[in-house]
């Protein structure tokens, strides 16, 4: 549920949250984003940054620069603004995916567990809208809305010690990418060429919240085709702009 | 200008900024020198910006070869520093000549000690920052900790800097009992009052597991109203955060940026570097107070470094 007036949180001296709701709902999670953005529009002096996840958005100050009294009023006003309209628009962005074989060893386990066959789990988790609610956990992992709970497959009860960067995986009633290489126990059903997260790159990581993103089935010859294009810096990345 | 060959690394030797700020957006912790004070003391002591990357050297052990004469300033921990085998003196900018030793073999007081050279030490940035954040394996030398046989460089810089010392009355003492005062939430509604009070009230000390990520702490236990979980939120420095087993962990530089458990409470900016020269074994309390006293306590922190700077360089 959306609050009537959003919520004021301590963060201690140098950071507050702003508080917009009691779920994680595609709605009020458009809040917090609309917030972010209309923050960095307004370009408020004494704004570190901001971190934005489901239902609230942290906003990092120096407390020498502004006060929290300030800041919240800033907030308040921007929020009672129509600045909304004039923010940028949220992008769709598809992620190719190879599901199966090597790339995916549980895609037959996740298929079983829900009593489908590969070929309806790949048809059912791939050309949906997915909504980036926040990136979080780890450099560049995106919390994804938007899975069919026909998917839903519990996590390993022993993780792998080794999930290769890309790695397309479900646990619970939720879908993810590891941006890196890193151990972890979700059920992997795909990996896509693309890199999440480069540190070298600007901005390093490939996805942000609030934008969209889709699956696009691959097959193993074009996975090595686009990761060739990755590598030599020539891929261009399918996205657009959502209404 | 290569400057110090590394002998020994210690346990964990890693070069830090002030952080790197702007990403947490993307996941990405900000990292940075865990005690701000004495890294940004150890900086003005030997004429750098404040801000010059430098070495954090935890507990004992670190040894160092002279490359390339040079100045430098240790500050933070004491950690019986010594050049070839004497007492190197802290808090003061001193000459090491090619060849000389610089080594760091025991813990007298404090966690973290810094070490701070002319110039400052020469990293590659990235993302903005020469922090380095192990777990992510970014910034720093190659995003790792110092190893046996590293070579490190610093900045080319023209004018010497001249000695400075520091004021003895603004050494810090680092003792094994502190109070980390604090401001409530963001989640303290998620804790029944005497929860609440066992915090405020109680000691805990710090247990084996803290690092830059956090301090796990152990104590009474904090009651929560109805479960530790929450829909995840961002995480300020110094938050801490009481997950299902309600003991509390600090937490520092290197967080998550993100995370799902209840948050009782904030350390204030002034004193995260209390925390940074904690070690298990060391008491804390908490005492409360409020956003208004915080700001003031910073203001003064603040004013205190500038009449520092005034005094080392007049």
Avoid at chain 1, 40 to 56: C, D, L, N, W
Avoid at chain 1, 161 to 180: D, E, F, H, M
Avoid at chain 2, 223 to 246: E, T
Avoid at chain 2, 250 to 278: E, F, H, M
Wanted: with cysteine.
């Amino acid at each position: 549920m959306i609050y009537a007036e959003p919520r004021f949180l301590s963060g201690g001296d140098r950071a507050i949250f702003v508080e917009f709701g009691d779920s994680i709902d595609p709605d009020i999670n458009q809040r917090v984003i609309d917030l972010k953005l209309a923050i960095e529009k307004a370009g408020v002096p004494g704004v570190v940054e901001s971190v934005p996840s489901y239902r609230s958005l942290l906003v990092y100050y120096q407390p020498l620069q502004i006060s929290a009294r300030k800041l919240r009023e800033v907030v308040y006003r921007l929020l009672q603004s129509p600045i909304g309209r004039e923010l940028p628009k949220r992008k769709l962005i598809e992620i190719p995916v190879t599901y199966g074989g090597e790339f995916g060893l549980d895609l037959e386990l996740v298929a079983k567990h829900n009593n489908l066959s590969t070929a309806e789990v790949v048809r059912i988790h791939s050309r949906v809208r997915y909504l980036i609610y926040m990136i979080g956990f780890m450099p560049g992992f995106p919390y994804l809305g938007g899975m069919s709970p026909k998917l839903a497959t519990p996590r390993k009860t022993t993780p792998r010690l080794k999930i290769p960067a890309g790695s397309v995986g479900i646990a619970g009633n939720q879908t993810g990418i590891y941006p890196t290489e890193s151990p972890g126990g979700w059920q992997i059903i795909g990996r896509t060429p693309l890199k999440l997260f480069e540190p070298a790159r600007e901005p390093p990581a490939l996805l942000k919240a609030g934008d969209y993103l889709t699956f696009v089935s691959v097959t193993p010859e074009e996975f090595a085709t686009i990761q060739e294009a990755v590598r030599n810096g020539t891929y261009r990345l399918n996205e657009t702009l959502v209404e | 200008m290569d400057i110090f060959e590394v002998i020994q690394p210690g346990p964990l030797t890693t070069v830090q900024d002030l952080g790197r700020f702007g990403y947490q957006q993307f996941g990405v912790p900000t990292s940075g020198a865990l005690d701000n004070y004495a890294f940004r003391i150890g900086n003005l002591l030997v004429g750098n910006n404040e801000g010059a990357a430098s070495l954090e050297i935890t507990l004992f052990g670190c040894q160092l070869c002279t490359l390339h004469d040079t100045s430098m300033a240790i500050t933070g921990a004491d950690l019986s520093a010594a050049i070839s085998g004497k007492p190197a003196p802290a808090w003061e900018s001193v000459r090491l000549k090619r060849g000389d030793v610089l080594s760091f073999p025991q813990l007298n007081s404090g966690c973290r000690a810094y070490l701070a050279v002319a110039g400052g030490i020469a990293v590659p940035e990235v993302m903005k920052s020469a922090s380095t954040l192990v777990r992510a394996g970014i910034g720093g030398l190659n995003g790792r900790p110092l190893r046996q046989g590293d070579i490190l460089s610093a900045n080319e810089r023209s004018a010497p800097s001249a000695a400075a010392r520091m004021p003895a009355e603004y050494v810090p003492v680092y003792g094994n009992q502190i109070e980390l005062r604090v401001i409530l939430g963001p989640q303290d509604d998620y804790f029944t009052d005497e929860g609440k009070s066992t915090f405020l009230n109680s000691e805990y000390i710090v247990s084996a597991q803290a690092d830059r990520m956090g301090y796990r702490l152990e104590g009474p236990r904090i009651q929560h109203l109805s479960g530790a979980d929450i829909i995840s939120d961002g995480i300020p420095l110094g938050a801490i955060q009481v997950p299902g087993d309600r003991l509390p962990i600090i937490l520092l530089a290197d967080r998550q940026t993100t995370g799902g458990y209840t948050k009782i409470a904030t350390v204030i900016s002034v004193d995260i570097p209390k925390v940074a020269q904690a070690k298990p074994g060391d008491s804390i309390r908490f005492p409360q107070v409020n956003e208004e006293q915080a700001v003031a306590l910073w203001q003064e922190y603040e004013q205190q470094i500038e009449t520092i700077k005034s005094l080392l360089h007049p």
